[in-house]
């Protein structure tokens, strides 16, 4: 038996059925990371022109320390970044600059995690579709090999009921394609909002961290130091 052969044997042997409880189940789990996303996307967002305005009003003051409590206390990605710049605002804006940049590059992390499955799901779920088409292709012809005249098929009624049992495998193969596009296509979907949602967040928390900086150069001198009074 050549490789081909015993190739053959074995996708004729598995069928295609697997391939859709696959996808079935990747459906599933793509399913259940889109609504924990959406949940957690959702949460980290908040009203920033409000906290804004509120923590301006208490850099404004001097009280730095309840600015922090106020940004400690909000869900919202621009309040932790800027939360982690207020903590080393005695060491200057630069000190502070370099912090919110370095929460700032968690939090992305933390908001993209498992989006890497969904633009690899609706990458790949096609292919996986396709290859399901393909093996139910492959028992189709296999079937019209055994009805054909000399392979015991026969001729006439026979040989013509044999031939629509080949067309029904064929469609129930482009089933299998079919399945992976409707996987896909969500996938897909989900993936780049959440992408635009992410951006969204990050570039948001600029309206903070500016303001946050801003207090800071206003009472800070050149070097970074607090300015006698």
Same mark, same amino acid.
């Given at each position: 038996?050549?490789? @081909?052969?015993?190739?053959?044997?074995?996708?004729?042997?598995?069928?295609?059925?697997?391939?859709?409880?696959?996808?079935? @189940?990747?459906?599933?789990?793509?399913?259940?990371?889109?609504?924990?996303?959406?949940?957690?996307?959702?949460?980290?967002?908040?009203?920033?022109?409000?906290?804004?305005?509120?923590?301006?009003?208490?850099?404004?003051?001097?009280?730095?320390?309840?600015?922090?409590?106020?940004?400690?206390?909000?869900?919202?990605?621009?309040?932790? @970044?800027?939360?982690?710049?207020?903590?080393?605002?005695?060491?200057?804006?630069?000190?502070?600059?370099?912090?919110?940049?370095?929460?700032?590059?968690? !939090?992305?992390?933390?908001?993209?995690?498992?989006? @890497?499955?969904?633009?690899?799901?609706?990458?790949?779920?096609?292919?996986?579709?396709?290859?399901?088409?393909?093996?139910?292709?492959?028992?189709?012809?296999?079937?019209?090999?055994?009805?054909?005249?000399?392979?015991?098929?026969?001729?006439?009624?026979?040989?013509?009921?044999?031939?629509?049992?080949?067309?029904?495998?064929?469609?129930?193969?482009?089933?299998?394609?079919?399945?992976?596009?409707?996987?896909?296509?969500?996938?897909?979907?989900?993936?780049?909002?959440?992408?635009?949602?992410?951006?969204?967040?990050?570039?948001?928390?600029?309206?903070?961290?500016?303001?946050?900086?801003?207090?800071?150069?206003?009472?800070?001198?050149?070097?970074?130091?607090? !300015?006698?009074?």
């Amino acid at each position: 038996m050549t490789p @081909i052969d015993a190739l053959q044997q074995l996708f004729l042997r598995a069928g295609a059925g697997w391939v859709l409880w696959l996808l079935g @189940i990747l459906s599933l789990v793509s399913v259940a990371l889109t609504v924990e996303r959406w949940l957690v996307l959702r949460a980290r967002g908040g009203d920033l022109r409000l906290l804004a305005a509120r923590v301006g009003v208490l850099l404004h003051a001097g009280d730095r320390d309840g600015a922090l409590r106020l940004l400690e206390g909000s869900p919202s990605v621009a309040a932790a @970044i800027a939360a982690a710049g207020l903590r080393l605002g005695e060491r200057g804006p630069k000190a502070a600059e370099y912090a919110m940049q370095s929460a700032l590059a968690l !939090e992305r992390g933390q908001l993209e995690r498992g989006l @890497i499955f969904l633009g690899t799901l609706g990458n790949n779920a096609p292919f996986v579709g396709l290859l399901g088409t393909v093996i139910g292709v492959i028992a189709a012809f296999e079937e019209l090999g055994h009805a054909a005249p000399g392979h015991g098929g026969g001729t006439g009624a026979a040989s013509q009921v044999a031939s629509n049992a080949v067309m029904s495998s064929i469609a129930e193969a482009l089933v299998a394609t079919a399945v992976g596009l409707l996987v896909a296509l969500p996938a897909v979907a989900a993936y780049n909002a959440f992408q635009r949602k992410i951006t969204s967040l990050c570039q948001g928390s600029e309206a903070l961290t500016n303001l946050v900086l801003a207090y800071m150069s206003d009472t800070t001198g050149p070097e970074g130091h607090q !300015e006698a009074p």
